[in-house]
């Protein structure tokens, strides 16, 4: 199983509320193992932004003693053999449309990034973050 080519049909935009909960065992849920084995088995695409997202967050957590850096390895290695694709084009709306849906969604513009692929593309946002999945409900982005 590898990254899909650019024009591999993937099945949704993954935010990384939803990858990071597949690397603390007290934040996976049945729903999100599903979401899990959607992207293992559809694919999904992210914003580059994503991988310093997780990173940040996995980073975080070691600081704080909740993980150690092999765990971090383990779960990075896991998380790179899914069939991740990075939205490349959307760097090239993060100062128009992205920064306007941040704007008028009053989001960040790193969680309007996720937005603006879903809308783009036409995909369903597999998000945990109560603020994203707000402004996705509005403008009739399906959530997962």
Sequence with gaps: MGRPRANHKVSAVLDASVA???CFADQA??????LLDEVRDFGAVVPPLWFLEVANVLLN????GRIT????AQRLDLISALPILVDQA???FAWTT???LARTEKLT???ASYLEISLRRALPLFTRD???ADAARRRGVLLK
């Design 61 to 64: 957590a070691e600081r704080r």
């Design 109 to 111: 513009p790193y969680d």
């Design 20 to 22: 990071l909960t597949w």
């Design 90 to 92: 959307g760097t090239g």
């Design 98 to 100: 992205t920064l306007n």
């Design 69 to 72: 850096a092999p765990d971090i």
């Design 130 to 132: 109560r603020e994203l």
């Design 29 to 34: 849920t049945p729903a999100t193992d599903l």
